[in-house]
Protein backbone atom coordinates (compact mmCIF):
# COMPACT_ATOMS: atom_id res chain seq x y z
CA UNK A 1 0.00 0.00 0.00
CA UNK A 2 1.02 4.19 -0.42
CA UNK A 3 0.76 5.07 3.08
CA UNK A 4 0.76 9.48 3.32
CA UNK A 5 2.52 9.45 6.92
CA UNK A 6 1.74 13.25 9.18
CA UNK A 7 3.49 13.75 12.09
CA UNK A 8 3.93 16.59 14.00
CA UNK A 9 8.13 15.67 14.94
CA UNK A 10 10.70 14.16 12.85
CA UNK A 11 10.94 11.10 14.54
CA UNK A 12 14.50 10.98 14.27
CA UNK A 13 16.94 10.80 16.44
CA UNK A 14 14.51 9.13 18.86
CA UNK A 15 15.90 10.66 21.84
CA UNK A 16 11.84 11.34 23.30
CA UNK A 17 8.83 9.05 24.04
CA UNK A 18 6.60 10.40 20.81
CA UNK A 19 9.61 10.14 18.43
CA UNK A 20 10.84 6.74 19.52
CA UNK A 21 7.57 5.04 19.30
CA UNK A 22 7.16 6.80 15.58
CA UNK A 23 10.87 5.58 14.55
CA UNK A 24 9.69 1.73 15.37
CA UNK A 25 6.61 2.60 13.36
CA UNK A 26 8.26 3.92 10.38
CA UNK A 27 11.06 0.90 10.36
CA UNK A 28 8.01 -1.66 10.22
CA UNK A 29 6.35 0.26 7.74
CA UNK A 30 8.84 0.52 5.49
CA UNK A 31 9.67 -2.73 4.77
CA UNK A 32 6.26 -4.01 3.68
CA UNK A 33 4.70 -0.68 2.15
CA UNK A 34 5.62 2.53 -0.20
CA UNK A 35 5.41 5.27 2.68
CA UNK A 36 5.96 9.02 2.17
CA UNK A 37 6.37 11.00 5.50
CA UNK A 38 5.13 14.26 5.89
CA UNK A 39 6.84 16.12 9.05
CA UNK A 40 7.08 20.01 10.56
CA UNK A 41 10.34 20.41 11.52
CA UNK A 42 11.95 23.08 14.12
CA UNK A 43 15.52 23.12 12.28
CA UNK A 44 16.06 20.62 9.56
CA UNK A 45 18.96 18.60 10.09
CA UNK A 46 20.63 16.44 7.15
CA UNK A 47 21.62 13.63 8.96
CA UNK A 48 17.82 13.09 10.49
CA UNK A 49 16.52 13.43 6.96
CA UNK A 50 19.11 10.86 5.71
CA UNK A 51 18.27 8.49 8.23
CA UNK A 52 14.63 7.93 7.85
CA UNK A 53 15.31 8.18 3.73
CA UNK A 54 17.57 4.98 4.24
CA UNK A 55 14.77 3.20 4.80
CA UNK A 56 13.56 3.90 2.05
CA UNK A 57 10.87 6.55 2.81
CA UNK A 58 10.23 9.79 0.43
CA UNK A 59 10.52 12.82 3.29
CA UNK A 60 8.87 16.32 3.00
CA UNK A 61 9.35 18.81 5.79
CA UNK A 62 7.43 22.06 6.48
CA UNK A 63 9.42 24.73 9.22
CA UNK A 64 7.65 25.13 12.56
CA UNK A 65 8.97 27.99 14.19
CA UNK A 66 7.59 29.03 17.90
CA UNK A 67 7.85 31.56 20.04
CA UNK A 68 6.39 33.15 23.15
CA UNK A 69 4.86 36.00 21.46
CA UNK A 70 3.60 33.18 18.75
CA UNK A 71 1.85 31.37 21.55
CA UNK A 72 0.08 34.14 23.04
CA UNK A 73 -1.33 34.56 19.56
CA UNK A 74 -2.83 31.36 19.37
CA UNK A 75 -4.01 31.50 23.02
CA UNK A 76 -5.93 34.48 21.64
CA UNK A 77 -7.03 32.80 19.11
CA UNK A 78 -7.80 29.91 21.10
CA UNK A 79 -10.70 32.15 23.08
CA UNK A 80 -11.97 33.76 20.35
CA UNK A 81 -12.78 30.36 18.54
CA UNK A 82 -13.43 27.85 21.26
CA UNK A 83 -10.70 25.54 19.33
CA UNK A 84 -8.18 23.69 21.95
CA UNK A 85 -4.81 25.87 21.96
CA UNK A 86 -2.97 22.82 20.70
CA UNK A 87 -4.64 22.42 17.82
CA UNK A 88 -4.40 25.80 16.40
CA UNK A 89 -0.83 26.40 17.61
CA UNK A 90 -0.15 23.95 14.91
CA UNK A 91 -2.65 24.82 12.18
CA UNK A 92 -0.29 25.89 8.92
CA UNK A 93 -1.09 26.42 5.19
CA UNK A 94 2.42 25.64 4.41
CA UNK A 95 1.36 21.93 5.90
CA UNK A 96 -1.89 22.09 3.93
CA UNK A 97 0.07 23.43 0.76
CA UNK A 98 2.15 20.64 0.84
CA UNK A 99 -0.45 17.81 1.65
CA UNK A 100 -2.22 18.97 -1.63
CA UNK A 101 0.47 19.30 -3.96
CA UNK A 102 1.62 15.35 -3.01
CA UNK A 103 -2.24 14.52 -3.52
CA UNK A 104 -1.50 15.32 -7.26
CA UNK A 105 1.51 13.65 -7.89
CA UNK A 106 0.34 9.97 -5.46
CA UNK A 107 -2.71 8.03 -4.64
CA UNK A 108 -2.46 7.14 -1.83
CA UNK A 109 -4.46 3.98 0.07
CA UNK A 110 -4.16 5.23 3.78
CA UNK A 111 -3.25 8.61 5.76
CA UNK A 112 -2.03 7.77 8.88
CA UNK A 113 -1.69 10.34 11.22
CA UNK A 114 0.72 10.48 14.12
CA UNK A 115 -0.70 12.07 16.95
CA UNK A 116 -4.40 14.43 17.38
CA UNK A 117 -2.20 17.53 16.39
CA UNK A 118 -2.02 16.72 12.68
CA UNK A 119 -5.34 15.37 12.15
CA UNK A 120 -7.13 18.56 10.66
CA UNK A 121 -4.35 17.87 7.69
CA UNK A 122 -6.27 14.36 6.93
CA UNK A 123 -9.16 15.98 5.48
CA UNK A 124 -7.51 16.63 2.15
CA UNK A 125 -6.92 13.52 1.07
CA UNK A 126 -11.10 12.70 1.05
CA UNK A 127 -10.16 8.98 -1.18
CA UNK A 128 -7.66 7.67 1.29
CA UNK A 129 -8.49 5.80 4.55
CA UNK A 130 -7.61 8.00 7.74
CA UNK A 131 -6.19 6.11 10.50
CA UNK A 132 -5.41 7.86 13.78
CA UNK A 133 -2.83 7.06 15.91
CA UNK A 134 -2.72 7.93 19.22
CA UNK A 135 -0.07 8.11 21.72
CA UNK A 136 -2.55 8.98 24.30
CA UNK A 137 -5.50 10.56 24.96
CA UNK A 138 -4.88 13.73 25.55
CA UNK A 139 -7.84 15.05 27.29
CA UNK A 140 -7.06 12.93 30.04
CA UNK A 141 -3.43 14.02 30.20
CA UNK A 142 -4.91 17.79 30.00
CA UNK A 143 -7.65 16.71 32.62
CA UNK A 144 -5.11 15.49 35.14
CA UNK A 145 -2.43 17.89 34.93
CA UNK A 146 -5.13 20.27 35.53
CA UNK A 147 -5.92 18.24 39.03
CA UNK A 148 -2.42 18.74 39.90
CA UNK A 149 -1.52 22.28 38.94
CA UNK A 150 -1.79 25.06 41.15
CA UNK A 151 -4.88 27.51 41.12
CA UNK A 152 -3.99 30.31 38.45
CA UNK A 153 -4.22 31.53 35.24
CA UNK A 154 -2.49 27.81 33.71
CA UNK A 155 -4.80 26.35 36.14
CA UNK A 156 -7.87 27.96 34.38
CA UNK A 157 -6.53 27.09 31.29
CA UNK A 158 -5.85 23.54 31.33
CA UNK A 159 -9.15 23.26 32.47
CA UNK A 160 -10.24 24.70 29.42
CA UNK A 161 -8.38 23.38 27.21
CA UNK A 162 -9.71 19.75 28.78
CA UNK A 163 -12.29 20.04 28.11
CA UNK A 164 -12.61 21.25 24.79
CA UNK A 165 -9.93 18.74 23.74
CA UNK A 166 -12.63 15.82 24.82
CA UNK A 167 -14.87 17.60 22.59
CA UNK A 168 -12.68 17.61 19.37
CA UNK A 169 -10.66 14.14 20.39
CA UNK A 170 -14.47 12.15 20.46
CA UNK A 171 -15.25 14.16 17.03
CA UNK A 172 -12.11 12.60 15.32
CA UNK A 173 -12.28 9.46 16.76
CA UNK A 174 -15.87 9.53 15.25
CA UNK A 175 -14.86 10.88 11.70
CA UNK A 176 -11.77 8.50 11.39
CA UNK A 177 -12.26 5.49 9.40
CA UNK A 178 -10.27 3.80 12.81
CA UNK A 179 -8.02 4.75 15.92
CA UNK A 180 -4.90 3.63 17.39
CA UNK A 181 -4.61 3.12 20.86
CA UNK A 182 -1.92 2.28 22.80
CA UNK A 183 -3.23 0.84 25.92
CA UNK A 184 -6.80 -0.95 27.25
CA UNK A 185 -7.16 2.56 29.39
CA UNK A 186 -6.42 5.28 26.69
CA UNK A 187 -9.09 3.02 24.68
CA UNK A 188 -11.62 3.47 27.00
CA UNK A 189 -10.96 7.16 27.28
CA UNK A 190 -11.24 7.64 23.80
CA UNK A 191 -14.26 5.79 23.49
CA UNK A 192 -15.64 7.87 26.18
CA UNK A 193 -14.90 10.83 24.17
CA UNK A 194 -16.12 9.66 21.08
CA UNK A 195 -19.06 8.15 22.30
CA UNK A 196 -20.32 4.68 20.24
CA UNK A 197 -19.03 5.35 17.02
CA UNK A 198 -15.51 4.89 16.92
CA UNK A 199 -13.34 2.17 15.89
CA UNK A 200 -10.60 1.69 18.10
CA UNK A 201 -8.04 -0.93 18.12
CA UNK A 202 -4.70 -1.56 20.94
CA UNK A 203 -1.26 -1.60 20.03
CA UNK A 204 0.83 -0.62 22.87
CA UNK A 205 3.90 0.97 22.13
CA UNK A 206 7.05 -0.87 20.65
CA UNK A 207 11.02 -1.15 20.89
CA UNK A 208 13.34 -2.69 18.79
CA UNK A 209 15.23 -5.41 21.08
CA UNK A 210 17.66 -5.82 19.00
CA UNK A 211 18.84 -1.97 19.46
CA UNK A 212 18.17 -2.00 23.42
CA UNK A 213 20.91 -4.34 24.78
CA UNK A 214 21.27 -4.55 28.73
CA UNK A 215 23.35 -1.52 30.47
CA UNK A 216 26.21 -2.74 32.20
CA UNK A 217 25.99 -1.11 35.68
CA UNK A 218 28.71 -3.30 37.34
CA UNK A 219 30.09 -0.08 39.04
CA UNK A 220 29.53 0.77 43.00
CA UNK A 221 27.59 3.97 42.07
CA UNK A 222 24.80 4.53 43.48
CA UNK A 223 22.88 6.93 41.57
CA UNK A 224 19.22 7.81 40.74
CA UNK A 225 18.38 8.69 37.48
CA UNK A 226 15.22 10.92 35.68
CA UNK A 227 15.48 10.97 32.29
CA UNK A 228 12.59 12.79 29.87
CA UNK A 229 12.12 15.97 28.53
CA UNK A 230 12.16 18.51 30.83
CA UNK A 231 9.92 21.03 29.04
CA UNK A 232 7.21 18.83 28.88
CA UNK A 233 4.86 19.94 32.28
CA UNK A 234 4.01 16.17 33.18
CA UNK A 235 7.88 14.95 33.50
CA UNK A 236 9.38 18.55 35.34
CA UNK A 237 5.84 18.48 37.74
CA UNK A 238 7.01 14.91 38.75
CA UNK A 239 10.60 16.16 39.07
CA UNK A 240 9.99 18.65 41.27
CA UNK A 241 7.56 16.45 43.28
CA UNK A 242 10.52 14.47 43.78
CA UNK A 243 12.69 17.24 44.73
CA UNK A 244 10.72 18.79 47.47
CA UNK A 245 9.01 15.91 49.07
CA UNK A 246 10.33 12.49 48.35
CA UNK A 247 14.44 13.62 47.99
CA UNK A 248 14.48 15.17 51.60
CA UNK A 249 13.17 11.29 53.09
CA UNK A 250 16.19 9.15 50.54
CA UNK A 251 19.00 11.88 51.83
CA UNK A 252 17.67 11.82 55.30
CA UNK A 253 18.72 7.59 55.32
CA UNK A 254 21.55 7.34 52.30
CA UNK A 255 23.84 10.65 52.22
CA UNK A 256 26.51 9.15 49.78
CA UNK A 257 23.19 9.37 47.05
CA UNK A 258 23.51 11.47 43.53
CA UNK A 259 20.08 12.51 41.70
CA UNK A 260 21.08 12.63 38.04
CA UNK A 261 18.20 14.77 35.79
CA UNK A 262 18.98 14.42 32.18
CA UNK A 263 16.73 15.96 29.49
CA UNK A 264 16.21 19.28 27.58
CA UNK A 265 15.45 22.49 29.10
CA UNK A 266 15.41 21.61 32.77
CA UNK A 267 12.82 24.82 34.00
CA UNK A 268 14.92 27.09 36.35
CA UNK A 269 12.86 25.93 39.72
CA UNK A 270 15.18 22.82 39.21
CA UNK A 271 17.99 23.75 38.28
CA UNK A 272 17.87 26.57 41.11
CA UNK A 273 17.46 23.36 43.36
CA UNK A 274 20.65 21.70 41.31
CA UNK A 275 22.89 24.93 42.68
CA UNK A 276 21.43 24.22 45.94
CA UNK A 277 22.26 20.83 46.97
CA UNK A 278 25.39 19.42 44.61
CA UNK A 279 24.05 15.85 45.36
CA UNK A 280 21.45 17.14 42.89
CA UNK A 281 23.20 17.07 39.34
CA UNK A 282 20.88 18.78 36.33
CA UNK A 283 22.68 17.80 33.34
CA UNK A 284 20.05 19.41 30.87
CA UNK A 285 20.11 17.43 27.24
CA UNK A 286 22.94 15.01 26.38
CA UNK A 287 23.53 13.70 23.52
CA UNK A 288 24.03 10.01 24.79
CA UNK A 289 23.08 8.95 28.33
CA UNK A 290 25.10 5.99 28.54
CA UNK A 291 27.40 7.14 31.06
CA UNK A 292 24.33 7.96 32.97
CA UNK A 293 21.97 4.94 32.54
CA UNK A 294 25.88 3.02 33.63
CA UNK A 295 25.90 4.28 36.97
CA UNK A 296 22.20 4.71 37.42
CA UNK A 297 21.38 2.06 40.17
CA UNK A 298 17.66 2.81 40.28
CA UNK A 299 15.55 5.02 37.33
CA UNK A 300 12.62 6.98 38.42
CA UNK A 301 9.43 7.86 36.93
CA UNK A 302 7.67 10.04 39.32
CA UNK A 303 4.54 10.77 37.07
CA UNK A 304 1.70 12.02 38.55
CA UNK A 305 -0.65 13.61 35.62
CA UNK A 306 -0.35 12.04 31.82
CA UNK A 307 -1.83 9.40 29.75
CA UNK A 308 -0.79 6.69 27.23
CA UNK A 309 2.10 4.63 27.77
CA UNK A 310 4.88 5.90 29.35
CA UNK A 311 8.10 4.73 26.32
CA UNK A 312 10.94 5.93 29.11
CA UNK A 313 9.79 2.82 31.69
CA UNK A 314 9.61 0.72 28.78
CA UNK A 315 12.98 1.24 27.67
CA UNK A 316 14.23 1.37 31.02
CA UNK A 317 13.40 -2.26 31.07
CA UNK A 318 14.70 -3.11 28.17
CA UNK A 319 17.76 -2.02 29.20
CA UNK A 320 17.60 -3.99 32.71
CA UNK A 321 17.36 -0.61 34.86
CA UNK A 322 15.01 -1.42 37.92
CA UNK A 323 12.71 1.18 38.42
CA UNK A 324 10.26 3.27 40.73
CA UNK A 325 7.38 4.75 39.34
CA UNK A 326 3.39 5.69 40.11
CA UNK A 327 0.64 3.95 39.29
CA UNK A 328 0.24 6.43 36.57
CA UNK A 329 3.49 5.76 35.39
CA UNK A 330 3.07 2.40 34.25
CA UNK A 331 -0.61 2.52 33.27
CA UNK A 332 -1.11 0.78 30.34
CA UNK A 333 2.16 -1.41 30.55
CA UNK A 334 1.35 -5.16 31.86
CA UNK A 335 3.97 -4.82 34.56
CA UNK A 336 3.56 -6.32 38.11
CA UNK A 337 5.01 -4.21 41.10
CA UNK A 338 7.12 -6.16 43.04
CA UNK A 339 8.09 -8.57 39.88
CA UNK A 340 8.99 -5.98 37.24
CA UNK A 341 9.54 -2.41 39.03
CA UNK A 342 8.29 -0.94 42.10
CA UNK A 343 5.18 0.86 41.88
CA UNK A 344 5.06 3.58 44.88
CA UNK A 345 2.45 6.47 45.25
CA UNK A 346 3.09 8.10 48.47
CA UNK A 347 5.88 9.96 49.14
CA UNK A 348 7.14 7.86 52.00
CA UNK A 349 6.56 4.52 49.90
CA UNK A 350 8.49 5.97 46.84
CA UNK A 351 11.29 7.07 49.35
CA UNK A 352 11.21 3.39 50.58
CA UNK A 353 11.02 1.72 47.57
CA UNK A 354 13.96 3.87 46.12
CA UNK A 355 15.93 3.04 49.00
CA UNK A 356 14.93 -0.74 48.98
CA UNK A 357 16.89 -0.78 45.07
CA UNK A 358 19.73 1.56 46.00
CA UNK A 359 20.06 -1.24 49.10
CA UNK A 360 19.41 -4.30 47.92
CA UNK A 361 21.43 -5.27 45.02
CA UNK A 362 20.28 -8.83 44.72
CA UNK A 363 16.21 -7.49 44.71
CA UNK A 364 17.07 -4.92 42.03
CA UNK A 365 18.80 -7.01 40.00
CA UNK A 366 16.35 -9.99 39.82
CA UNK A 367 13.42 -7.12 39.43
CA UNK A 368 15.99 -5.93 35.55
CA UNK A 369 15.74 -9.54 34.48
CA UNK A 370 11.97 -10.03 35.08
CA UNK A 371 11.45 -6.32 33.34
CA UNK A 372 13.55 -6.98 30.26
CA UNK A 373 11.77 -9.93 29.60
CA UNK A 374 8.15 -8.62 30.18
CA UNK A 375 8.83 -6.15 26.82
CA UNK A 376 10.86 -8.64 24.62
CA UNK A 377 7.65 -10.80 25.27
CA UNK A 378 5.05 -7.91 24.77
CA UNK A 379 6.86 -5.12 23.10
CA UNK A 380 8.98 -5.98 20.38
CA UNK A 381 8.24 -3.91 17.18
CA UNK A 382 9.06 -6.84 14.53
CA UNK A 383 5.98 -8.77 16.30
CA UNK A 384 3.77 -6.53 18.00
CA UNK A 385 3.13 -4.27 15.03
CA UNK A 386 1.55 -6.92 12.35
CA UNK A 387 -1.12 -5.79 13.84
CA UNK A 388 -0.94 -2.34 11.80
CA UNK A 389 -1.50 -4.51 8.30
CA UNK A 390 -5.11 -5.73 9.72
CA UNK A 391 -6.33 -2.15 11.24
CA UNK A 392 -5.23 -0.97 7.45
CA UNK A 393 -7.38 -3.53 5.70
CA UNK A 394 -10.45 -3.35 8.26
CA UNK A 395 -10.40 0.07 7.71
CA UNK A 396 -10.39 0.28 4.07
CA UNK A 397 -12.73 -2.64 4.26
CA UNK A 398 -15.81 -0.68 6.84
CA UNK A 399 -14.77 2.64 4.32
CA UNK A 400 -16.13 0.47 1.44
CA UNK A 401 -19.17 -1.00 3.18
CA UNK A 402 -20.08 2.68 4.60
CA UNK A 403 -19.64 3.90 0.96
CA UNK A 404 -20.70 1.37 -0.64
CA UNK A 405 -17.73 2.91 -3.41
CA UNK A 406 -14.06 1.03 -4.50
CA UNK A 407 -10.80 2.56 -3.27
CA UNK A 408 -8.06 2.61 -5.00
CA UNK A 409 -6.50 -0.93 -5.45
CA UNK A 410 -3.81 -1.95 -3.06
CA UNK A 411 -1.16 -4.61 -2.46
CA UNK A 412 1.04 -5.16 0.47
CA UNK A 413 4.59 -5.53 -0.78
Known amino acids: MKILFLTQVLPYPPNSGPKFKTWNVLKYLSRRHQVVLVSFVREEKRESLEAIRALGIEVHTVPMKRGVARDIGFALWSLLTGQPFMIVR ?21 VHVDQLNMAPYASAIPQAVRVLDAHNALWVLYKRLAEVT ?32 VSSIDKAALAQAAGSD ?42 LWFLERVWP ?4 RDEDVVFDIVGARPPQVIVELGRLDEC ?45 TTSLGVEGIEAQSGKHLIVADSVESFADGVLQL ?24 RRILRKLDSVY ?4 SARSARDGSLLPTARTQ
Open 393 to 396: QRAR
Open 198 to 239: ADISVIPITVDMAELNAVDRSSDDGHILHIGTMYWPPNSEGV
Open 90 to 110: DTRSGMSRLIHELCREHQFHV
Open 280 to 324: VRVHGFVDDPQVYLQSARVMIVPLRAGSGMRVKILEGLARGIPIV
Open 358 to 381: LQNRGRAEALAAAGRALVERNHDY
Open 150 to 181: RTGPTSWLLNRDWRLLRAYEGQVCREFDHVIA
Open 249 to 252: LIRA
